[in-house]
Antibody
């Protein structure tokens, strides 16, 4: 069974760093791109960026370029989303999603809630 | 970036009603259009891909149509479990942008 399991909720202060994870199982992790999607409270879905785990090539939305870093460790079938300096406006639910062999997302993680507050 | 505009932003309908949600792209995306359903507190779920292909396991009351810039998601007979927010998404070019969503409420 294909699964994407994300790390648990986080509460951080502005300026702190954070890395959240998304572990894939039930499929060949390096064969499918992973995308990160942000959902701010009560708002819609925003495409942040994606990684090809086979070569770690990344692509970012201009809205998120330079503020987050996406990485992957194929040895443990895990993708990451990290911030070096969080802002209150980073408070949101973050989802990882697997790009299928077609051009859509067929599996999603359960989401990681990140709360940034002083 | 390609902008995706959904309408309406919300609607209220009765069980058994036919519901139609529209999505317009700011440029042609041929048929690179997907629809997702999101229920409160849950991750999005794929319903339709490539504008009109039904994802495995999705009830046949859901259907999609359109090409180019104009697309439609139709629920032929609304069921209580269809209370959710629906998003269109283009996968024609990076970033794969989403519409702002259509919230469907049951009367």
């Amino acid at each position: 069974e294909v699964q994407l399991v994300q790390s648990g909720a986080e509460v951080k202060k502005p300026g702190e760093s954070l890395r959240i994870s998304c572990k894939g199982s039930g499929y060949s992790f390096t064969s499918y791109w992973i995308t990160w999607v942000r959902q701010m409270p009560g708002k819609g879905l925003e495409w942040m960026g994606r990684i090809d785990p086979s070569d770690s090539y990344t692509s970012y939305s201009p809205s998120f370029q330079g503020h987050v870093t996406i990485s992957a460790d194929e040895s443990i079938s895990t993708a990451y989303l990290q911030w070096s300096s969080l802002k209150a406006s980073d408070t949101a639910m973050y989802y990882c999603a697997r790009r299928s062999s077609g051009i859509y997302y067929d599996y999603w993680g359960q989401g990681t809630l990140v709360t940034v507050s002083s | 970036d390609i902008q995706m505009t959904q309408s309406p932003s919300s609607l209220s309908a009765s069980v058994g009603d036919r519901v139609t949600i529209s999505c317009r792209a700011s440029q042609s995306i041929t048929n690179y259009l997907n629809w997702y359903q999101q229920k409160p507190g849950k991750a999005p779920k794929l319903l339709i891909y490539a504008a009109s292909s039904l994802q495995s396991g999705v009830p046949s009351r859901f259907s999609g149509s359109g090409s180019g810039t104009d697309f439609t998601l139709t629920i032929s007979s609304l069921q209580p479990e269809d209370f959710a927010t629906y998003y269109c998404q283009q996968s024609y070019s990076t970033p794969w942008t989403f519409g702002l969503g259509t919230k469907v409420e049951i009367k």
